[in-house]
């Protein structure tokens, strides 16, 4: 499966910005769908997850209650609404997927098979 990322760019703290990922393939409700981060200088970070069929997300404690993930399996796609955004919230933003993972697996970047090529978020103070 192919993954394309996109909604990145450039707003100001307290500002907005919704992402979205599209995969290509006619098994995107197989796959738990997961956003990363990673910002200059450090290691890829999780975000947010989302099981198959919706019912099940997963959020870093950084982002919990100013970030939604969500799916659309009719469109392939997986979002990410990101409100109340701070200058750390700064990075590439990557969606991955994978179709073996069990819930309790979906924040470990190391499970996912499948990578975007990334977004770029810049938060301005």
């Known amino acids: 499966v192919q993954l394309q990322a996109s909604g990145g760019g450039l707003v100001q703290a307290g500002g907005s910005l919704r992402l979205s990922c599209v995969a290509s393939?006619?098994?995107?409700?197989?796959?738990?769908m997961g956003w990363f981060r990673q910002a200059p200088g450090k290691e890829r970070e999780f975000v947010a997850a989302?099981?198959?069929?919706?019912?099940?997300?997963d959020y870093a404690d950084s982002v919990k209650g100013r970030f939604t993930i969500s799916r659309d399996n009719a469109k392939n796609s997986v979002y990410l609404q990101m409100n109340s955004l701070e200058p750390e919230d700064t990075a590439v933003y990557y969606c991955?997927?994978?179709?073996?993972?069990?819930?309790?697996?979906?924040?470990?970047?190391?499970?996912?098979?499948?990578w975007g090529q990334g977004t770029q978020v810049t938060v301005s103070s």
């Open positions: 991955a997927g994978d179709s073996f993972l069990t819930i309790g697996a979906m924040t470990s970047p190391d499970n996912y098979h499948y």
């Open positions: 989302i099981s198959r069929s919706g019912r099940n997300t």
């Open positions: 393939g006619r098994t995107f409700s197989t796959y738990v």
